[in-house]
């Protein structure tokens, strides 16, 4: 059964910082790409960040210089640094799981981050 499972979200004032961690289990994490996705209401979900089996990022424009994800393949963790966080970061944070190959994708429930100004 495949679980990723998302926590570090809650309140917090601009400018100040979360780090959110998904830990996954039922997949084989290193070799799955690794990705952020963020929903504000009445918004589509979109992309925040991912990191590839290899290591590299991409992030969304409107979080570069503050956004570091990362992944811990020893412990089947991918993790989000948010920095100098801006009430219009405010959102549910998904984690996702993607294997290009297999087309396998899988979507963690959603932790919340507010972010007040």
């Known amino acids: 059964q495949v679980q990723l499972v998302e926590s570090g979200g809650g309140l917090v004032q601009a400018g100040g910082s979360l780090r959110l961690s998904c830990a996954t289990s039922?997949?084989?994490?290193?070799?799955?790409?690794m990705g952020w996705y963020r929903q504000a209401p009445g918004k589509q979900r979109e992309l925040v960040a991912d990191?590839?089996?290899?290591?590299?990022?991409n992030y969304a424009d409107s979080v570069k210089g503050r956004f570091t994800i990362s992944r811990d393949n020893a412990k089947n963790t991918v993790y989000l640094q948010m920095n100098s966080l801006k009430p219009e970061d405010t959102a549910i944070y998904y984690c996702?799981?993607?294997?290009?190959?297999?087309?396998?994708?899988?979507w963690g429930k959603g932790t919340l981050v507010t972010v007040s100004s």
């Open positions: 990191i590839t089996t290899g290591g590299s990022t």
């Open positions: 039922g997949i084989m994490f290193s070799i799955y790409v």
């Open positions: 996702n799981s993607h294997y290009a190959a297999y087309g396998l994708n899988y």
